[in-house]
């Protein structure tokens, strides 16, 4: 009698065991397939009655989850595309405005007018660059902006967008110190996207130096580095100034805060990086990028 009452326990012990183990291994295969980032349902063998529910109820957060995902996917699709299009439509008249204030200001003989009409054109200038960097970021975004690399002359570049920029500098009293100009630098980009990092890290800078501007390029160890530095008057986290819509001073904004976004955005697109670091009161934007093309 006691041998049967041992054996009858031991086969309980040997059935809960293997139920125990069984539940053990599908929890474990649940978990894999949970932490997969692919994974739109779990599938079990072997289960039973309250392990299946438990699956299903799984799977139904899972698909809820995935709808949730494709909806919201849709909506920032749709208002990226809008803010594209308005962005668009807005160039156009805006441009047709600058226009008119320029002509206005040729023709004003009026000094006191023509600081209003100066002061208009400033604003409308400002709101244009706003419209352009907000239809770029639209692009940015929406992925649709697919850079075809080739070997651009970085130097060039530069000295361009100084000379571009040259009005602005004398009128901020501001000297651009460029000691690398007579260099031969080429580094894989695209041409009209590095133009655009160059001409946002000029305007960072003019916006918020407080003496000149430095720019220096080197190439080292098959990547070319541009860095852009000048001498600041307040606090800047460089943990998050290339984060959208990041300014200095959010009471005495200067600016979007899309500018140095979207420099990362162009960057690291063309498979480069850039970085941004303080030495006592000078802020330092190094940008990386391939020497060559592949």
Same mark, same amino acid.
């Given at each position: 009698?006691?041998?049967?009452?041992? *054996?009858?326990?031991?086969?309980?012990?040997?059935?809960?065991?293997?139920?125990?183990?069984? !539940?053990?291994?599908?929890?474990?295969?649940?978990?894999?397939?949970?932490s997969?980032?692919?994974?739109?349902?779990?599938?079990?063998?072997?289960?039973?009655?309250?392990? #299946?529910?438990? !699956?299903?109820?799984?799977? #139904?957060l /899972?698909?809820?989850?995935?709808?949730?995902?494709?909806?919201?996917?849709?909506?920032?699709?749709?208002?990226?595309?809008?803010?594209?299009?308005?962005?668009?439509?807005?160039?156009t008249?805006?441009?047709?405005?600058?226009?008119?204030?320029? /002509?206005?200001?040729?023709?004003?003989?009026?000094?006191?007018?023509?600081?209003?009409?100066?002061? &208009?054109? #400033?604003?409308?200038?400002? &709101?244009?660059?706003?419209?352009?960097?907000?239809?770029?970021?639209?692009?940015?975004?929406?992925?649709? &902006?697919?850079?075809q *690399?080739?070997?651009?002359?970085?130097?060039?570049?530069?000295?361009?967008?100084i000379?571009?920029?040259?009005p602005?500098?004398?009128g901020?009293?501001?000297?651009?110190?460029?000691?690398?100009?007579?260099?031969?630098?080429?580094?894989s980009? #695209?041409?009209?996207? *590095?133009?655009?990092?160059?001409?946002?890290?000029?305007?960072?800078?003019?916006?918020?130096?407080?003496?000149?501007i430095?720019?220096?390029?080197?190439?080292?160890?098959?990547?070319?580095?541009?860095? !852009?530095?000048?001498?600041?008057?307040?606090?800047?986290?460089?943990?998050?100034?290339?984060?959208?819509?990041?300014?200095?001073?959010?009471a005495?904004?200067?600016?979007?805060?899309?500018?140095?976004?979207? &420099?990362?955005?162009?960057?690291?697109?063309m498979?480069?990086?850039?970085?941004?670091?303080?030495?006592?009161?000078? *802020?330092?934007?190094? !940008?990386?990028?391939?020497?060559?093309?592949?």
């Amino acid at each position: 009698m006691e041998t049967f009452i041992i *054996l009858i326990l031991f086969a309980a012990v040997m059935f809960f065991a293997g139920k125990y183990y069984v !539940v053990k291994k599908q929890l474990k295969s649940i978990f894999r397939q949970l932490s997969r980032e692919q994974t739109r349902l779990v599938t079990v063998e072997l289960v039973d009655h309250d392990m #299946e529910m438990a !699956v299903l109820k799984i799977n #139904e957060l /899972l698909d809820r989850i995935q709808q949730t995902i494709i909806k919201s996917n849709a909506a920032s699709a749709a208002l990226k595309s809008s803010i594209a299009d308005i962005s668009h439509d807005m160039k156009t008249p805006l441009t047709s405005v600058i226009g008119y204030l320029q /002509l206005a200001k040729k023709e004003c003989e009026d000094e006191k007018i023509e600081e209003i009409i100066d002061i &208009c054109l #400033e604003r409308t200038h400002y &709101c244009n660059t706003l419209i352009n960097d907000f239809f770029q970021l639209s692009v940015v975004e929406s992925r649709e &902006c697919i850079p075809q *690399l080739e070997n651009v002359d970085v130097v060039g570049i530069i000295c361009e967008q100084i000379l571009a920029n040259y009005p602005v500098f004398q009128g901020q009293h501001i000297i651009p110190h460029f000691e690398d100009s007579d260099k031969i630098i080429t580094a894989s980009a #695209e041409p009209n996207m *590095l133009n655009r990092v160059i001409q946002n890290l000029i305007s960072n800078g003019i916006k918020y130096t407080s003496g000149d501007i430095f720019f220096h390029a080197c190439q080292e160890n098959g990547r070319v580095i541009i860095t !852009v530095s000048n001498p600041i008057n307040s606090y800047v986290d460089v943990t998050h100034i290339f984060d959208r819509f990041y300014t200095q001073d959010k009471a005495r904004s200067k600016g979007s805060g899309i500018g140095l976004y979207l &420099c990362r955005q162009f960057i690291e697109s063309m498979g480069g990086n850039i970085t941004a670091e303080t030495d006592g009161d000078i *802020l330092y934007i190094k !940008v990386q990028l391939n020497s060559i093309s592949f």
